[in-house]
């Protein structure tokens, strides 16, 4: 794909979502980055319905610690992979504690080296809370953008390089956030839906369902 239609497909999701978000809720940097370890294989959906009762609850490193592993996965035991969350989870927050004055780290080594957090996750914190110009691929946005060919690759490192190398810069903020939605609603696993896509015409994919409604 070439760039002239990359910066189309951009310009048009920006137009059309001018300013995108995270469809988890949180209200500080430390609970969202709870709810995104959280939502590893795991729906946003899914997620928010745990961390409604959570929050209210324990909402800081300290109130999380206090609260403990046995009694965390009371309120997550809902969620996917909820043992090695928990686990992961309470020694995060011992980490921000004793590491971090209990503030989450700004930059992508000291994110990674908290238990749970992996590439994905510090560049959703990156991006969200911090504003910076990252791109988190997960399996969405891995099949939106080699399905369109905005970046493809065999893996998800490979795509993160080449959509931060392709995605035109004034667009970086927030392709991460559209990307996702447009994986998660329209251009879907299955049986994309083509005829409601506006990015249709500029996508490459060989295969468009364009007879679904």
């Given amino acids: 794909m070439n760039a002239e239609k990359r910066q189309k497909i951009f310009k048009r999701l920006q137009e059309n979502?001018?300013?995108?978000?995270?469809?988890?809720?949180?209200?500080?940097?430390f609970e969202l980055l709870i709810a995104?370890?959280?939502?590893?294989?795991?729906t946003d959906k899914s997620v928010n319905k745990a961390t409604k009762k959570l929050f209210p609850v324990a909402n800081t490193p300290e109130?999380?610690?206090?609260?403990?592993?046995?009694?965390?996965?009371?309120?997550?035991k809902t969620i996917g992979l909820y043992n090695s969350k928990a686990?992961?989870?309470?020694q995060t927050c011992q980490d921000l504690i004793t590491q971090h004055q209990s503030q989450v780290p700004n930059t992508r080594a000291a994110l990674k080296k908290l238990p749970g957090v992996g590439q994905k996750t510090?560049?959703?914190?990156?991006?969200?809370?911090?504003g910076q110009n990252t791109i988190a691929v997960d399996t969405h946005i891995f099949r939106v953008a080699n399905r369109t060919h905005i970046a493809t690759g065999k893996d998800v490192i490979e795509v993160e390089k080449k959509l931060l190398r392709h995605?035109?810069?004034?667009?970086?903020?927030?392709?991460?956030?559209?990307?996702?939605l447009h994986g998660r609603y329209?251009?879907?696993?299955?049986?994309?839906?083509?005829?409601?896509c506006l990015i249709s015409d500029l996508c490459e994919y060989k295969d468009k369902y364009l007879d679904n409604e």
């Fill in 36 to 42: 995104v370890i959280l939502s590893a294989q795991a």
């Fill in 122 to 130: 510090a560049n959703v914190i990156l991006n969200t809370a911090f």
């Fill in 167 to 180: 995605v035109p810069t004034q667009y970086k903020q927030h392709a991460h956030h559209w990307l996702i």
């Fill in 186 to 196: 329209i251009c879907i696993a299955r049986k994309p839906r083509c005829n409601a």
């Fill in 17 to 29: 979502n001018p300013y995108p978000s995270t469809e988890l809720i949180y209200h500080s940097t």
């Fill in 87 to 90: 686990k992961n989870i309470i």
């Fill in 63 to 76: 109130k999380l610690l206090q609260l403990g592993e046995d009694n965390l996965k009371k309120y997550i």
